[in-house]
T-cell receptor, first 112, second 114 residues
Framework: GENVEQHPSTLSVQEGDSAVIKCTYS??????FPWYKQELGKRPQLIID?????GEKKDQRIAVTLNKTAKHFSLHITETQPEDSAVYFC???????????FGTGTRLTIIP | GAVVSQHPSWVICKSGTSVKIECRSL??????MFWYRQFPKQSLMLMAT?????????EQGVEKDKFLINHASLTLSTLTVTSAHPEDSSFYIC??????????FGPGTRLTVL
């Protein structure tokens, strides 16, 4: 089955700096890659996603890149703010079996 | 966006009892719902896929007789943890799929088994 690895597990950045989280996946049939933000005790919230036919997508301070050949994708957050502090999960989705496989998570802390 | 609710939000029960958790899609019909379990500081692990009107599909290592799933309508799936034990204490999250691909998550249910 699909395996999604995520790095780093923890990340601390100074407010205003950029944060980058990287994921790799194993199943070449995966074709949709969402990113979720989860605050403590809350549900995961979709913050951005990318389809396999697109290499990059941007939404204000958040961007995601996908390298399908290398099977890795990354989340970029610019001009970080304290409210960006949370746990971020990458995920891969396979249309064939409709399964969403999550990465191991990154705890992002923004230092004021 | 689409709204998914879960009930209860938290439950404390004695070892050996059964607990039922409900997952509802409030403003859309979901033929497919998913149940995840999340232990502290860990990722979400898929337990089973719930399909309306048919049997659930369980992931490897998840006991189907212990975690009973019923998806009797297009807006409701239930997860029953039977004979719960302390090791079943976890955060249980459901999601409902809005075709073609996006999943909307419920707020989660924190189960504590004493």
């Amino acid at each position: 089955g699909e395996n999604v690895e995520q790095h780093p597990s923890t990340l601390s950045v100074q407010e205003g700096d950029s944060a980058v989280i990287k994921c790799t996946y194993s199943d070449s049939a995966s074709n949709y890659f969402p990113w979720y933000k989860q605050e403590l005790g809350k549900r995961p919230q979709l913050i951005i996603d990318i389809r396999s036919n697109v290499g990059e997508k941007k939404d204000q301070r958040i961007a995601v890149t996908l390298n399908k050949t290398a099977k890795h994708f990354s989340l970029h957050i610019t001009e970080t703010q304290p409210e960006d502090s949370a746990v971020y999960f990458c995920a891969s989705f396979n249309f064939g079996n409709e399964k969403l496989t999550f990465g191991t998570g990154t705890r992002l802390t923004i230092i004021p | 966006g689409a709204v998914v609710s879960q009930h209860p939000s938290w439950v404390i029960c004695k070892s050996g009892t059964s607990v039922k958790i409900e997952c509802r899609s409030l403003d859309f019909q979901a033929t497919t719902m998913f149940w995840y379990r999340q232990f502290p500081k860990q990722s979400l692990m898929l337990m089973a896929t719930s399909n309306e009107g048919s049997k659930a599909t369980y992931e490897q290592g998840v006991e189907k007789d212990k975690f009973l799933i019923n998806h009797a309508s297009l807006t409701l799936s239930t997860l029953t943890v039977t004979s719960a034990h302390p090791e079943d204490s976890s955060f249980y999250i459901c999601s409902a799929r809005l075709p073609p691909r996006e999943q909307f998550f419920g707020p989660g249910t924190r189960l504590t088994v004493l």
